[in-house]
C-alpha cells in the first residue's frame, strides 16, 4: 500500500495538517482530503485546508478549544469508529501530526480494537514549522545540543514535570498550546532556575493570515507584559534571540 492510495470503504486515515498553510500539506494528505467521504476536522485545520475538501464530502466538527465546550476524546474515537462500520472512507484531520500531542495514539488503539484498517500520514508538528516560519533554529550547536516538548496543559494542576531536571536538561524549550499557562510555566521555570532574562517568543497562527509574533523575556511574561494570542507555540530559549526574518509576518502560500 501506498500512502496516497486511495481510501477503501471502512477505513480510517489519520493525517497531519500541519501549521495551516495548505502549502505545508504532504502530498498524501493533500490527497486523501480531497478523496474521501467524511473529514472528522479539529478546530486548527485552516480554512485554506478545508477547502481542498470534495464538495460531497461530510464535514464532522471535532475539535478541543482550552475552556471551551468540545467533544469529549471518547466520542470523536466513537464517532471514528460509528463512521467507519458505516463502511464510510474516513480523514481524520488533525492540525501538526497526528501523534504530537494530537492525541492520534488514542484513535487508533480505538480503531484497532474494533479491527477497523486504518493509516497514518504524518503532518510536519507546529512545534517545528512555526519557529521555522519564525526564522528561529529550535536547534543551534552555539546554544543547544538538546531539546524539550512539552505541552502548557502540564502546568495545570498536578503536574508530571519536574521542572528543575527540565531546566537542567534542556537550554531551550518548545511548548504547545502554552499561552493559557504561560505565566505559571514561566514563574514554574525560573523557580526552577533558569534566567528571568531567557528569551521567549509565542507564535500564533504562523504561516497564515491571521498569524502574530510576540517576543520577551521570561520576566516580562511573570510581569504580565508579554502574553499573545492563543493557542500558540512558546519557544523559550536563547534561540530565540538567533532568529533571522525571512518573510514578513503574514506571508503566506508563496514564499
Not at 486515515?13 to 476536522?41: E, Q, R
Not at 507546529?126 to 536547534?139: C, E, L, N
Not at 532574562?197 to 511573570?222: F, R
Given at each position: 500500500?501506498?500512502?496516497?492510495?486511495?481510501?477503501?470503504?471502512?477505513?480510517?486515515?489519520?493525517?497531519?495538517?500541519?501549521?495551516?498553510?495548505?502549502?505545508?500539506?504532504?502530498?498524501?494528505?493533500?490527497?486523501?482530503?480531497?478523496?474521501?467521504?467524511?473529514?472528522?476536522?479539529?478546530?486548527?485545520?485552516?480554512?485554506?485546508?478545508?477547502?481542498?475538501?470534495?464538495?460531497?464530502?461530510?464535514?464532522?466538527?471535532?475539535?478541543?478549544?482550552?475552556?471551551?465546550?468540545?467533544?469529549?476524546?471518547?466520542?470523536?474515537?466513537?464517532?471514528?469508529?460509528?463512521?467507519?462500520?458505516?463502511?464510510?472512507?474516513?480523514?481524520?484531520?488533525?492540525?501538526?501530526?497526528?501523534?504530537?500531542?494530537?492525541?492520534g495514539g488514542e484513535e487508533i488503539r480505538?480503531?484497532?480494537?474494533?479491527?477497523?484498517?486504518?493509516?497514518?500520514?504524518?503532518?510536519?508538528?507546529?512545534?517545528?514549522?512555526?519557529?521555522?516560519?519564525?526564522?528561529?533554529?529550535?536547534?543551534?550547536?552555539?546554544?543547544?545540543?538538546?531539546?524539550?516538548?512539552?505541552?502548557?496543559?502540564?502546568?495545570?494542576?498536578?503536574?508530571?514535570?519536574?521542572?528543575?531536571?527540565?531546566?537542567?536538561?534542556?537550554?531551550?524549550?518548545?511548548?504547545?498550546?502554552?499561552?493559557?499557562?504561560?505565566?505559571?510555566?514561566?514563574?514554574?521555570?525560573?523557580?526552577?532556575?533558569?534566567?528571568?532574562?531567557?528569551?521567549?517568543?509565542?507564535?500564533?497562527?504562523?504561516s497564515l493570515p491571521t498569524e502574530t509574533?510576540?517576543?520577551?523575556?521570561?520576566?516580562?511574561?511573570?510581569?504580565?507584559?508579554?502574553?499573545?494570542?492563543?493557542?500558540?507555540?512558546?519557544?523559550?530559549?536563547?534561540?530565540?534571540?538567533?532568529?533571522?526574518?525571512?518573510?514578513?509576518?503574514?506571508?503566506?502560500?508563496?514564499?
Amino acid at each position: 500500500m501506498k500512502l496516497d492510495d486511495p481510501l477503501h470503504h471502512g477505513e480510517v486515515a489519520l493525517v497531519g495538517a500541519g501549521p495551516g498553510d495548505a502549502n505545508l500539506l504532504t502530498l498524501a494528505a493533500a490527497k486523501l482530503i480531497s478523496d474521501c467521504d467524511v473529514i472528522v476536522h479539529d478546530a486548527l485545520v485552516s480554512d485554506a485546508i478545508m477547502a481542498m475538501a470534495d464538495q460531497d464530502a461530510q464535514l464532522v466538527f471535532a475539535g478541543k478549544r482550552g475552556g471551551k465546550p468540545s467533544a469529549s476524546q471518547q466520542d470523536i474515537c466513537d464517532t471514528l469508529v460509528r463512521l467507519a462500520q458505516e463502511n464510510k472512507r474516513v480523514v481524520r484531520l488533525k492540525g501538526g501530526d497526528p501523534f504530537v500531542f494530537g492525541r492520534g495514539g488514542e484513535e487508533i488503539r480505538a480503531l484497532a480494537n474494533k479491527h477497523i484498517p486504518f493509516r497514518v500520514i504524518p503532518g510536519i508538528t507546529s512545534g517545528i514549522a512555526a519557529p521555522a516560519m519564525a526564522g528561529i533554529p529550535v536547534t543551534d550547536r552555539t546554544v543547544n545540543a538538546s531539546l524539550a516538548f512539552l505541552t502548557g496543559h502540564e502546568a495545570e494542576g498536578k503536574s508530571r514535570m519536574d521542572w528543575q531536571a527540565l531546566v537542567a536538561a534542556f537550554p531551550v524549550l518548545v511548548i504547545y498550546m502554552g499561552t493559557r499557562n504561560l505565566s505559571k510555566i514561566a514563574v514554574n521555570l525560573v523557580d526552577a532556575g533558569m534566567k528571568k532574562t531567557t528569551p521567549v517568543a509565542v507564535l500564533h497562527a504562523v504561516s497564515l493570515p491571521t498569524e502574530t509574533q510576540d517576543y520577551g523575556t521570561l520576566a516580562e511574561v511573570i510581569s504580565g507584559d508579554l502574553v499573545g494570542i492563543s493557542p500558540a507555540i512558546v519557544v523559550i530559549g536563547d534561540v530565540v534571540d538567533a532568529r533571522q526574518e525571512w518573510r514578513t509576518p503574514n506571508q503566506t502560500g508563496s514564499l
